[in-house]
């Protein structure tokens, strides 16, 4: 249950990052009110409950401009607007949260925003003229925004970081390409290969909060990150050829797993292992594991999943589809004479590519 409750938190602070990122409405009139030095305190959220907690102020039910916020941000009290921020419904309001909730703030503004994003499960920014900074409270989130320079440069660093570990995480899926091909694979170069890509995508999702509250400004930087990542989505395929085949046990369940995995813990191999099936002794796996094909016959760019998903389920493995002949390829359903060359083909120049690079280094 607890969990549950995390994910939507976590899930309404994103939402909260992309309205304020940017290119809004709300980021502009933020930007306005800390130009000009003053202070404010915008409720985002159930108008009915947040009506409930405050009292005073002026009505409004006016469409949300920058201008607008900005000109009632110069009166003391709290500005309410609706969930999506297109209508202003109060002005100058003054909030009454539950007193008991505990907050570690020191200012009057502050505390009462974390105790009404608390309490009403709301979107609560306050902007402190005395330190001109803004901070933004999400359920039982607290986030200092940056400014957008620092946000650039803490993304940038991130990305450079990110290209060191793809390329650790190629080269391993190359080595395990090759020894794919020769039917060497070792539980070793499996939890190896699902570590380099864990660690991948690991910091990728470090790198998308940066982007929505980058907002516009991160375009640059989020066409960069999907170029980046492209051989991400193949090399997860490792999981699905590898996993340990159990009664009940899917491939989204082990992923799940790998993913709950600690970032301490991921540095043990036997974790991962553990996660795959084969138990926390990497020594106690003392033959070669057969691959089931799907990352292999994915490279090849000329089969649809379903064509893969068929010729796996015939074969059962990698090696077993090496070694078929023409004619048995055609049998697959899906795959004609034509497709079936082409498999051979594909997957023979693939073994020579692979051959060829391991000897140029």
């Known amino acids: 249950m607890a969990k549950a409750k995390r994910q939507t ?18 980021r502009e009139a933020i930007s306005a009110i800390l130009q000009s030095r003053n202070g404010a305190l915008l409720c985002i959220g159930d108008p009915k409950r947040l009506a409930e907690l405050s009292e005073g102020g002026i009505e409004l039910h006016a469409p949300c401009t920058p201008q607008l916020l900005y000109e009632l941000a110069k ?13 202003i419904l109060y002005a100058n309001r003054f909030l009454r949260p539950d007193n008991t909730i505990p907050t570690d703030e020191t200012g009057t503004r502050h505390r009462a925003a974390e105790r009404i994003a608390k ?33 650039l440069n803490k993304a940038m660093q991130a990305l450079q970081t990110l290209e060191k570990y793809i390329q650790v995480m190629e080269q391993t899926m190359t080595d395990l390409s090759s020894r794919e091909f020769q ?18 995508l690991r910091i990728t999702t470090e790198i998308e909060p940066y982007l929505l509250e980058l907002g516009t400004e991160g375009r640059l930087i989020e066409l960069q990150l999907k170029e980046l990542t492209i051989p991400l989505e193949e090399a997860e395929l490792v999981i699905r050829d590898y996993y340990k085949e159990r009664p009940g046990t899917t491939f ?13 813990e991921l540095l043990n191999l036997s974790n991962i292992s553990q996660a795959l099936g084969y138990g926390p002794n990497l020594r106690s796996v003392d033959s070669y594991l057969p691959s089931r094909g ?16 068929n010729l796996v389920q015939r074969f059962g493995s990698l090696q077993a589809i090496l070694r078929a002949p023409k004619e048995e390829l055609v ?11 082409r498999v051979r083909t594909s997957l023979n120049l693939l073994r020579s590519q692979l051959t060829l690079d391991r000897g140029s280094r």
Do not use: W
């Not at 309404?12 to 809004?24: D, H, K, N, Q, Y």
């Not at 330190?131 to 989130?141: A, K, L």
């Open 9 to 26: 938190s976590q899930q309404a602070f994103r939402e909260a990052l992309v309205m304020i990122s940017p290119g809004t409405k709300i």
């Open 183 to 200: 039917d060497m694979v070792t539980i070793f170069d499996v939890c190896k290969a699902v570590q380099r890509c864990e660690m991948v």
């Open 331 to 341: 049998e697959t359903e899906g795959v004609g004479e034509v497709l079936a060359e």
């Open 119 to 151: 309490q009403t499960k709301s979107i609560v920014i306050a902007v402190s003229e005395r330190r001109s900074s803004v901070t933004v409270y999400v359920h039982n989130i607290k986030h200092i925004m940056d400014t957008v320079p620092t946000l």
């Open 252 to 264: 989204q369940q082990v992923r799940q797993r790998i993913s709950e995995i600690s970032q301490q």
């Open 294 to 309: 799907y990352r292999l016959l994915t490279q090849t760019h000329r089969l649809q999943p379903h064509i893969i998903e």
């Open 75 to 87: 009166m003391d009290g709290a500005i309410i607007l609706n969930n999506d921020c297109s209508s």
